[in-house]
């Protein structure tokens, strides 16, 4: 009997922890039990995570090991607290880059980076079954995608993969590409329905919410009356998040999930709301809960939660960003997954993975800031959002807010016709080996392996794809009456088909020509003293490497090198404001790190990497201050912020705290400078920086 299930005659599990699976749940479990992996396509609020429960079921069932990755880390902790709760915490393990809990449990919750650089440095993981890969569509992120195709391409062909995703289009290719460079059937598992269906709303102030069709009607008429001619500027009363709101909130669709493209509009929002509806959305008994965890929280961690917040909460009404305090991050998802929040503003953040649905979702617009200018939400961005509404077994539909004015209609209805009726994006590969890879790499493998693992990557299938259908190309052309202009065409078209083909491999080599460049590898591929260093940096890589090897990272106190660290990996925004005078020793250690971070070996390391250096010297004393034991709300008091920007520090604190881990493997062989870098990890280890969010 499989476990945590029921057999019908003839078949696999149909009954799973009481549920009766669905048709794709049940499919998907029956080619896992066969040996196979899976790729399970199915739009969010559908039940995939019922497949990576019974995965993790099977496993400490035979007391075998299994392991799930995810992109963000809400994610993974919120899986770490389910199957805490289901199996007891002495199986389950949490594994991220500032936290260990349990390394050895045969579940164990990780980063992607981590299980990537246990199998870059060897480790076999003999007790494996499975690893589950949630949000696997994530293998296209610029910056991060990589490691999702190296873990891939390195795990041993006997672990079973579980890839989820709700926004995968392409996934027979995706399949494929696993299939091939494992030697074993990847089986596509799709379900196209939703449990619980959209549908799309506008919510206009003169109009009230509307269809789409019925907006456009209406859309019309606003057109003759105000542009009679086609021209003028005229746009009317702009509709406010209060305005759709009040909408929503009179046809009883709440809770709802608003997202808004700045963390500045979250908080802003959610204030604005609580000052205009001027009493709690929550009931008395509700209100009452809330209390006792405000009060509970406020024992805890006096100081965390103002008078502000303590009403916002209190009304039923939050905001959720990537820059919030962590303990207030969990306890605002605490309280949404508790129902007692009615309306959430929130980034984009909070739509990936986390299991918390929503009666409606609105959208304060289709259009954000990627960075360098506006641009549209792609489908996946849009569909991803959208699929929050609906909860299961409460809603007969989910209902998708975008507020909206007139004057914007035209172009946005272009979009939502397109973002309802077309796929997503199909995923592309990212795939860009780091200096890290490439060193260690080159210091466990012979070229040839090297070229190998290379070739299997998700990039080089498409090329090598591509570079056949030229070559049909070509042969087609030839097969007809060639004249010249069709021979030189055929020719062109097989000289891009072999740079194709081999145009991963040469990007390789650039790497490693570049780290032979400037003296990290010898002629013969040796590691020199900077190839050795770098084998175990990770975070900003050269820049570190290069101030190691000026020896900057052990002249200077602990403290000052725990402030550098945090300068070298998190950037402050544009709206915060430092209001306290750097100490002259840090000034002077700005200036030195400044001129390595312009140096030739970094910037030529922007260039053939294409990503950009982070250096943020403004982020440096609030490093040296944490190290010395200053509190929390003693850093934040020198801040001034539009937003909060709590979340911005812990992160900087817990990444530079990862990367004097990764000094103290640099400093093998200096004991005292281990023992330094061990003592201010154990400095650093504190309040916020400890908290599981």
């Known amino acids: 009997m499989l476990p945590g299930g029921s057999f019908n005659s003839g078949s696999y599990i149909v009954i799973f922890r009481g549920l009766t699976l669905d048709p794709f749940q049940e499919d998907a479990i029956t080619a896992l039990s066969e040996g196979h992996s899976v790729l399970v396509c199915a739009p969010t609020g559908t039940g995939k995570t019922i497949i990576a429960d019974w995965i993790v079921d099977r496993a400490l069932t035979r007391d075998r090991d299994v392991i799930y990755t995810a992109p963000v880390k809400a994610l993974s902790n919120q899986k770490f607290r389910d199957w805490c709760r289901a199996y007891g915490e002495d199986r389950v393990g949490l594994l991220t880059g500032d936290l260990v809990i349990r390394r050895d449990a045969r579940c164990r919750v990780m980063t992607t980076e981590i299980l990537r650089n246990m199998l870059l440095a060897g480790e076999e993981l003999p007790e494996l079954d499975a690893v589950i890969i949630d949000e696997i569509h994530f293998l296209d992120d610029r910056e991060r995608g990589t490691t999702w195709e190296e873990l891939l391409i390195y795990l041993p062909n006997r672990v079973q993969i579980v890839g989820l995703s709700a926004t995968l289009s392409n996934a027979n290719s995706f399949a494929a590409w696993i299939s091939s460079i494992r030697e074993t059937e990847v089986r596509v598992i799709r379900q196209e329905q939703r449990a619980v269906p959209l549908e799309p709303w506008i919510g206009n102030l003169d109009e009230g919410l509307l269809t789409p069709r019925d907006f456009d009607r209406a859309h019309v008429r606003w057109r003759k009356r105000h542009h009679p001619r086609g021209g003028g500027r005229h746009r009317g009363p702009t509709t406010s998040h209060v305005d759709v709101f ?86 605002v998802e605490e309280l949404y997954e508790s129902r007692l929040l009615r309306i959430l503003y929130c980034t984009s953040t909070f739509a990936l993975g986390i299991n918390m649905p929503a009666r409606t979702v609105v959208f304060d617009g289709l259009r954000k800031f990627d960075g360098t200018s506006m641009r549209a939400l792609t489908t996946r961005e849009f569909l991803q959002k959208a699929g929050r509404a609906g909860r299961r077994g409460l809603d007969t539909v989910g209902h998708v807010v975008i507020r909206m004015d007139h004057p914007d209609w035209e172009e946005a209805s272009a979009q939502l016709l397109h973002y309802f009726q077309g796929k997503p994006e199909p995923v592309r590969s990212s795939f860009s080996l780091s200096f890290n890879s490439v060193v260690n790499l080159v210091a466990r493998n012979p070229l040839e392996r090297i070229r190998s693992i290379v070739e299997k990557s998700f990039l080089n299938y498409h090329r090598q794809l591509e570079a056949r259908r030229l070559l049909e190309d070509a042969d087609r052309l030839l097969d007809g009456p060639a004249g010249k202009k069709a021979a030189k065409e055929a020719a062109r078209m097989r000289h891009r088909a072999q740079s194709r083909a081999g145009q991963c491999w040469d990007e390789f080599q650039a790497k490693v020509s570049f780290l032979q460049s400037i003296g990290y590898l010898g002629e013969g591929l040796e590691l020199q003293a900077g190839g050795k260093a770098l084998q175990h940096v990770q975070i900003e890589e050269i820049f570190i490497t290069e101030l190691f090897l000026a020896g900057m990272l052990e002249a200077i106190p602990p403290e000052l090198l725990f402030g550098l660290l945090c300068a070298v990996n998190k950037e402050f925004g544009r709206d915060v404001h430092v209001r306290m005078q750097p100490r002259p020793e840090v000034v002077k250690l700005a200036r030195a790190a400044e001129k390595v971070r312009w140096s030739p070996a970094v910037t030529k390391a922007e260039e053939v990497s294409q990503i950009q250096v982070t250096w943020c010297p403004a982020m440096i004393p609030f490093g040296v201050l944490w190290a010395e034991g200053k509190t929390f709300p003693d850093l934040l008091s020198r801040i001034d912020s539009l937003t909060d920007v709590s979340g911005d ?45």
């Open 246 to 331: 009040d909408q929503v909130s009179d046809r009883g669709w709440l809770p709802a999930l608003y997202f808004a493209f700045s963390r500045k509009a979250t908080e802003q929002y959610a204030r604005n709301l609580a000052r205009r509806v001027r009493r709690s959305l929550l009931t008395a008994e509700e209100r009452a809960v809330v209390r006792e965890r405000l009060d509970k929280l406020a024992s805890t961690d006096p100081g965390l939660v103002d008078g502000d917040l303590r009403e916002l909460y209190e009304s039923g009404i939050a905001f959720h960003h990537a820059g919030l305090h962590v303990t207030l991050k969990a306890f």
């Open 649 to 693: 520090l812990v992160g900087a604190f817990r990444r530079a705290k990862d990367l004097a881990g990764q000094l103290k493997d640099v400093y093998a062989d200096d004991p005292a400078r281990r023992e330094v870098l061990s003592e201010l990890i154990r400095r650093v280890s504190r309040d916020e920086v400890l908290v599981v969010d």
